[in-house]
């Protein structure tokens, strides 16, 4: 399984964040690219506690979502809310210089990813509690998300 805990795939993740534009177009969804770099730099934040996110989980979404969204071999669908303190708009770290939030979004995924990591995980908003593993994982899928939302 592809994680950020791999060093090849996080050198492809970082270099497709690399290739992005500040004019580059959505595929879908309401933000832009710089945007995006922010929403990724606050859900790495959350991971590790320095940014708040209000929790939105059931027994389905600690169980049967997260497997499905971990696990099966199927890019995750588009359009799924996210939450208000991590969405562009509403609670999200507004964007300010494109060069600075895409070093800052590389800067918290190398902390995320850093095995000396100086943070506790703390638990998602959606799928609760993870392991190590599941959490690298869960990080590799969600910026591959949105790369794929810009064509990176």
Not at 35 to 53: E, N, P, T, Y
Not at 68 to 83: C, N
């Amino acid at each position: 399984m592809t994680h950020l805990g791999n060093a090849a795939a996080r050198q492809r993740v970082l270099q497709r964040i690399a290739a992005l534009k500040p004019e580059t177009p959505a595929r879908w969804g309401r933000m832009n690219a710089h945007q995006m770099l922010c929403h990724l730099a606050d859900s790495f934040r959350a991971v590790a506690g320095d940014k708040k996110v209000s929790p939105a989980s059931g027994i389905m979404q600690r169980t049967v979502v997260k497997w499905a969204a971990l696990y099966l071999p199927m890019p995750w669908p588009k359009g799924v809310r996210t939450r208000p303190e991590v969405e562009q708009g509403a609670g999200g770290t507004p964007p300010t210089d494109f060069c600075r939030d895409r070093i800052e979004l590389i800067h918290e995924i190398e902390r995320f990813a850093d095995p000396n990591r100086k943070f506790a995980w703390h638990p998602h908003p959606i799928f609760g509690m993870m392991s190590e593993r599941q959490w690298l994982r869960w990080g590799y899928l969600h910026a591959d998300h949105h790369l794929r939302q810009f064509g990176a």
